[in-house]
């Protein structure tokens, strides 16, 4: 497995709390991005980075914001915490743009 | 935009069956596929990929794809399943002029004893 670690694995937090997930990875890999995974919708990017500070949005970026100050960490940020956030995210990373992609373990967040 | 369809979102299937998973995708330009799967309660780790070259791409544990480039198509394939298959598969498409991987929505496999 790649070197990929998110933390916290579980979290439950309150609505409107801020709230930070952690990727870290171990690969020196250019790209890394935030999905997150719900019923019947499969995946869907939140956010992705090609390269420290340099980062874009995906196709359901509202409400997130990211950071990457070093290459091998990419904080994903909800700044004040939806039940419509309530999913399971994972990070994951790739060499290239075009090449395939390795995920973390997951985070499962749940805002109450 | 691009679009990934997996046709069957739900599949049972007795062991030692044969299974086929469709995919399909709209961009008629170069792309590169996948196939990922997801045990439950996992991450999702890759089954294969397609480039370019032959089209029968095999992948690990048996599984293996076909690219069919008439058809938009990137089926996958494995002759007979086992119990420990039961997982979600996913398809996902990168195509050249896009900035990160399309996922289908997931097929969600049983494989019964």
């Known amino acids: 497995d790649a070197g990929i670690t998110q933390s916290p694995r579980h979290k439950v937090t309150e609505t409107g709390t801020p709230v930070t997930l952690r990727c870290h990875q171990t690969?020196?890999?250019?790209?890394m991005y935030w999905y997150r995974q719900d019923p019947g919708h499969g995946l869907r990017l939140i956010h992705y980075?090609?390269?420290?500070?340099?980062?874009d949005k995906g196709e359901v970026s509202d409400g997130y914001s990211v950071s990457r100050s070093k290459t091998e960490d990419f904080l994903l940020t909800l700044e004040s915490a939806t039940s419509s956030q309530t999913s399971v995210y994972f990070c994951?990373?790739?060499?290239?743009?075009?090449?395939?992609?390795?995920f973390g373990p997951g985070t499962r967040l749940t805002v109450t | 935009a691009q679009s990934v369809s997996q046709h069957n979102h739900h599949v049972i299937l007795s062991e030692a069956a044969s299974l086929e998973l469709g995919c399909n995708y709209s961009?008629?330009?170069?792309?590169?596929l996948f196939w990922y799967v997801q045990y439950p309660g996992q991450h999702l780790q890759l089954l294969l990929k397609?480039?370019?070259?032959?089209?029968l791409v095999k992948g690990i544990k048996g599984f293996e794809a076909e690219f069919i480039k008439s058809k938009f198509s990137f089926n996958l394939r494995k002759p007979s399943v086992q119990w420990s298959d039961t997982a979600e598969y996913f398809c996902?498409?990168?195509?050249?002029?896009?900035?990160?991987?399309?996922f289908g929505k997931g097929t969600s496999l049983l494989v019964t004893p």
């Open positions: 994951a990373i790739s060499e290239r743009e075009t090449y395939e992609q390795y």
């Open positions: 690969e020196n890999h250019r790209y």
């Open positions: 980075s090609y390269g420290v500070k340099d980062t």
């Open positions: 961009y008629g330009g170069t792309v590169n």
């Open positions: 397609y480039f370019s070259g032959d089209p």
């Open positions: 996902a498409v990168y195509e050249n002029s896009g900035y990160a991987l399309n």
